[in-house]
């Protein structure tokens, strides 16, 4: 996927990674852009994560962002932090003209074991001569137990482009979860504007998303603009959370063993706020996302992880629907049992839920859980 107008990225195999695939990546603007930033709000965090919130709060541009899949740099000492600040200046030095404090950090992958640094400097020398327009690279080499790359795009009409890269597979959950996300534009857009924007969308996209119940240390979501081509500021805003919505959809979809994305939309909420706390609910409920996987339409744990919530509800108003098929109005609903099952035979199931509270929605995204998940998490390390 070609990126937008102003930026390049490169992608190697540095060695971090046992399976000797691509771990390393950069991706670099031709002058300094502006950029809006979220992070994990787990207590632990890794050094990327502390430094780029260190760096956003300065509100200086940036230039680059150098990321590594296979090592998270956390939990492993002081030594982390320094090994990421060397990171990041070895990257600037080869740059040209660019300072630390202009290139961000990103790592994923196990946590609380050191950096092979020897790896790292010897591989962040080779990134800047494989630069080029196409981002694939850049998506495979920020991938962990990842199956496939997660890449969208969007174009506006005046010819500005929204291109998104992310990877997530398992320990996702709102608040973030282990995941990376880029998204890059060459819309014209102000700093100020991105930074009212992103948290928002976020919230409602990356914030939405829940595959096991776990929030990773490491997550961040990082949006930069070239600011080479005038858009309007709503069509911008809605294409970014077009592509946003796009990327938290192949994460969920790819949940660590899942065979289905899960969907659910709620509707009537008194407040959006409730709605996306209701949504969340459901897409988190091991007992929903075993259900999903057995083909299971048993309803009443869809109504019973919405009633957890204490969101205000009446359970003589609200309907649950499967796959566009009625189970609960008010109260149950006959529906062939083997029918609906087979419905949620699919590689995408969709719940849909009105609380009759209101007028607001919610979306989250989830997937099912199988004896797949078990196995890669009982086997990460060993």
């Keep these: ?13 540095a060695g971090i990674k046992p399976s000797g695939k691509p771990d390393l990546a950069l991706l670099v603007a ?10 994990t709000r ?25 990321m590594n899949a296979g090592n998270a740099n956390c939990a492993s000492g002081e030594q982390a932090g320094f090994d990421n600040e060397e990171m990041a200046s070895r990257m600037a030095a080869l740059l040209g003209g660019t300072r630390p404090h202009e290139v961000l950090t990103a790592s994923t992958g196990v946590i609380g074991v050191p950096m092979p640094m020897d790896r790292v400097r010897s591989g962040v020398a080779r990134l800047p001569a494989g630069l080029s327009e196409d981002a694939a690279g850049l998506a495979e080499a920020i991938l962990t137990t990842d199956t496939r790359i997660k890449t969208v795009a969007a174009t506006l009409r005046g010819g500005a482009r929204v291109v998104g890269i992310a990877k997530g597979s398992g320990m996702i959950h709102p608040n973030m979860g282990t995941m990376l996300a880029f998204v890059v534009t060459d819309a014209d857009v102000s700093q100020a504007v991105l930074r009212e924007l992103w948290p928002e969308t976020v919230d409602r996209t990356f914030n939405q998303i829940t595959v096991d119940g776990d929030t990773s240390p490491n997550d961040m979501a990082i949006l930069l603009s070239s600011q080479r081509i005038e858009a309007g500021a709503q069509e911008f805003a809605e294409a970014l959370e077009a592509v ?10 790819d949940g660590e063993g899942a065979s289905t994305l899960l969907r659910v939309e709620v509707a009537g909420g008194r407040d959006e706020t409730e709605a996306r706390r209701a949504a969340r609910a459901v897409a988190g409920s091991s007992l929903v996302k075993a259900a999903v996987h057995g083909r299971d339409p048993n309803w009443g744990r869809i109504l019973s992880a919405i009633g957890q919530t204490g969101v205000l509800w009446d359970v003589s108003k609200l309907e649950i629907t499967l ?27 969709t719940i849909r839920v009105d609380l009759a509270a209101g007028d607001a929605r919610g979306r989250a995204w989830g997937c099912d859980l199988t004896e797949g998940y078990v196995r890669i998490n009982a086997e990460y390390t060993t």
Excluded: H
């Excluded at 031709?30 to 992070?39: I, L, N, R």
């Excluded at 946003?244 to 979809?253: C, D, G």
């Design 1 to 13: 996927m070609r990126l937008p107008e102003g930026f390049t990225a490169s992608a190697i195999a």
């Design 323 to 349: 796959q566009q098929r009625p189970v609960y109005l008010g109260g149950p609903v006959a529906f062939d049992a083997a029918e609906l099952s087979a419905a949620l035979d699919a590689d995408d199931v």
């Design 30 to 39: 031709d002058g300094p852009v502006s950029w809006a930033y979220t992070g």
């Design 244 to 253: 946003a919505v796009r990327l938290a959809e192949k994460i969920a979809a």
């Design 42 to 66: 787990n207590r632990l965090t890794a050094p990327c994560v502390s430094r780029n919130a260190v760096r956003y709060g300065t509100g200086e541009t940036v230039r680059a962002i150098v």
